[in-house]
């Protein structure tokens, strides 16, 4: 038995709020579709990977992930952090323009610019490889979703558009030292 999602009103004028559905059944989540859409939400959902209705912020890390492998192969892995600013600078200008109008949502969890940052960040701390970057992905899903101190401060504690980013960047920072680590493990031990 399926159940009904909320559609109670929060106010007297207010129409109830369903999730977007397309013909074959499909929930997507997203900003409510009954208002104009934000500017820049092709960029804060990723290219539309943040309307993912279960999961956005790994969706979002996967989209990522084939374009942080062609910079790498283009100018090389350590470029990622530097190419990371982009996305930062934009999350930062439209979350502060959607937050602005929306101050009720304050971590919209269909904003996946984050972790497009976070998963650059990450990768930038190893070669590009197949076995390095997929270890980089699943650090940086696991450090943002447990949310070890200061990642945790950062997304309680900070606010609009730079706990949402922030907490992101930290998180690839984590995963980008625990690489650091295992990359000079692996050096200092493996023996050819």
């Given at each position: 038995?399926?159940?009904?999602?909320?559609?109670?009103?929060?106010?007297?004028?207010?129409?109830?709020?369903?999730?977007?559905?397309t013909?074959?059944?499909?929930?997507?989540?997203?900003?409510?579709?009954?208002?104009?859409w934000?500017?820049?939400?092709?960029?804060l959902?990723?290219?539309?990977?943040?309307?993912?209705?279960?999961?956005?912020?790994?969706?979002?890390?996967?989209?990522?992930?084939?374009?942080?492998?062609?910079?790498?192969?283009?100018?090389?892995?350590?470029?990622?952090?530097?190419?990371?600013?982009?996305?930062?600078?934009?999350?930062?200008?439209?979350?502060?323009?959607?937050?602005r109008?929306?101050?009720?949502?304050?971590?919209?969890?269909w904003?996946?610019?984050?972790?497009?940052?976070?998963?650059?960040?990450?990768?930038?701390?190893?070669?590009?490889?197949?076995?390095?970057?997929?270890?980089?992905?699943?650090?940086?899903?696991?450090?943002?979703?447990?949310?070890?101190?200061?990642?945790?401060?950062?997304?309680?504690?900070?606010?609009?558009?730079?706990?949402?980013?922030?907490?992101?960047?930290?998180?690839?920072?984590?995963?980008?030292?625990?690489?650091?680590?295992?990359?000079?493990?692996?050096?200092?031990?493996?023996?050819?």
């Amino acid at each position: 038995m399926s159940r009904k999602p909320d559609t109670t009103p929060e106010s007297p004028n207010d129409e109830p709020f369903e999730p977007l559905v397309t013909a074959r059944g499909w929930r997507i989540g997203g900003p409510d579709y009954r208002k104009p859409w934000p500017k820049g939400l092709m960029w804060l959902t990723w290219f539309g990977a943040g309307f993912s209705f279960h999961a956005p912020g790994t969706v979002g890390s996967l989209n990522a992930f084939p374009m942080a492998v062609v910079i790498a192969w283009i100018v090389g892995s350590p470029l990622l952090a530097v190419a990371a600013i982009v996305p930062f600078v934009l999350g930062m200008v439209y979350t502060t323009r959607y937050l602005r109008n929306e101050p009720a949502a304050s971590d919209p969890q269909w904003i996946v610019i984050d972790e497009v940052v976070g998963l650059w960040i990450t990768l930038a701390a190893v070669p590009l490889s197949f076995f390095w970057y997929p270890l980089g992905f699943l650090l940086f899903r696991l450090f943002d979703i447990f949310k070890p101190w200061p990642v945790s401060w950062a997304d309680r504690q900070l606010p609009g558009a730079w706990g949402i980013m922030l907490d992101d960047v930290l998180a690839g920072l984590y995963a980008a030292g625990v690489l650091f680590g295992l990359q000079y493990l692996w050096a200092a031990y493996h023996v050819t």
